[in-house]
């Protein structure tokens, strides 16, 4: 599967932005597809994740630093997973990217993800 990340910008903080990743391929509902952050002169760190669409109900899991705040959700239809992003912070301000598996481990290790999207910038003035 292939993955395009898309949607970052400048925004102030308060304000919201929705990140968009698109993928290909006919089978991209059997996939976690999950949305990781890097700050400058920061570790990759997990954002959010939700799970296959298969055969079980669909969840999601959030890093407790977005919680409430940010909102994943997919269209399997469209093979999309979009990023809602509310109330932005400073902090908040990172590449974003999303990245697919079809892995049992982990959803929130980066480790655990075999396909990656290119970065899309996300900026948060103060």
Not at 15 to 28: E, K, P, Q, V
Not at 103 to 108: H, L
């Amino acid at each position: 599967v292939q993955l395009q990340a898309s949607g970052g910008g400048l925004v102030p903080a308060g304000g919201s932005l929705r990140l968009s990743c698109a993928a290909s391929g006919r089978t991209f509902s059997m996939y976690d597809v999950g949305w990781f952050r890097q700050a400058p002169g920061k570790e990759r760190e997990f954002v959010a994740t939700i799970s296959r669409s298969d055969w079980s109900e669909v969840s999601t899991y959030y890093a407790d630093s977005v919680k409430g705040r940010f909102t994943i959700s997919r269209d399997n239809v469209e093979n999309m997973v979009y990023l809602q992003m509310n109330s932005l912070k400073p902090d908040d301000t990172a590449v974003y990217y999303c990245a697919a598996t079809k892995r049992y481990d982990s959803s929130s290790s980066s480790n655990n993800y075999d396909y990656w999207g290119q970065g899309t910038l996300v900026t948060v003035s103060s």
